[in-house]
């Protein structure tokens, strides 16, 4: 009985370090290969035509102003005003009626002086990985800045660079650590998943359809 608990506790204790380890090269990875394209200084990085802001939601639980919104959508203001994009595609979530974040995206980008017909509406950003994809197999750009903050940049710009788009990333704004915290977590276990999607399972976006034009 004894030698039994032993042995269960001993394969309990190995699964769950080989977890960690595994967790830990997938954040290693994902952070290390990205590094080099990955901007916080908006002089030194490149022009690209067509940046992508990747969605979130405008509001918390609670109705609270999200400050990751606003962060990017600050972001990509900046990036435009500059000349350091020409456009913006907003990339995110409307499977539901009442919930539109590429419309929300865009209202308040106009709020920040980006005029509508530079903003191109990607209403099926379901996640990251449908984002990047959908840029480039819908919207046909093959360079892209994406906008994020730094983190999820890192996981985007991943995925591009799996997928054969020609990515950098400018870090908007990061959130405080009492806020951010959960975030972070999850963040951790996303880049697992997003290897396995990516390198295992070759995961598609959840929706394609037809090929949409951005005039710029």
């Known amino acids: 009985m004894f030698l039994n608990i032993k042995k269960w506790l001993m394969i309990g204790c190995t699964?769950?370090?080989?977890?960690?380890?595994?967790?830990?090269?997938?954040?290693?990875?994902?952070?290390?290969?990205?590094?080099?394209?990955?901007?916080?200084?908006?002089?030194?990085?490149?022009?690209?035509?067509?940046?992508?802001v990747l969605g979130t939601s405008k509001y918390l639980n609670g109705g609270y102003q999200n400050p990751y919104f606003y962060h990017r959508i600050e972001a990509a203001a900046q990036l435009y005003h500059a000349g350091k994009v020409k456009h913006l595609l907003v990339s995110g979530d409307n499977s539901l009626k009442s919930y539109n974040e590429p419309k929300q995206m865009q209202v308040a980008l106009m709020e920040k002086g980006v005029p509508e017909s530079a903003i191109t509406l990607d209403y099926a950003g379901f996640r990251t990985l449908d984002s990047v994809v959908r840029s480039k197999a819908v919207f046909g750009q093959q360079?892209?800045?994406?906008?994020?903050?730094?983190?999820?940049?890192?996981?985007?710009?991943?995925?591009?660079?799996?997928?054969?788009?020609?990515?950098?990333?400018?870090n908007s704004k990061d959130v405080g650590f009492r806020l951010g915290i959960k975030i972070r977590l999850r963040e951790y276990l996303a880049r697992c998943k997003a290897i396995l999607d990516i390198i295992i399972l070759n995961k598609q976006p959840k929706f394609l359809g037809e090929k949409v034009y951005i005039n710029i």
């Open 15 to 52: 699964s769950f370090l080989l977890v960690l380890f595994f967790i830990w090269i997938c954040n290693f990875w994902v952070a290390h290969s990205t590094e080099k394209q990955i901007f916080a200084n908006l002089e030194k990085i490149p022009f690209n035509e067509v940046g992508l």
């Open 143 to 170: 360079k892209i800045t994406i906008i994020s903050q730094e983190f999820h940049n890192q996981r985007a710009i991943f995925i591009a660079n799996q997928r054969g788009v020609t990515a950098v990333g400018y």
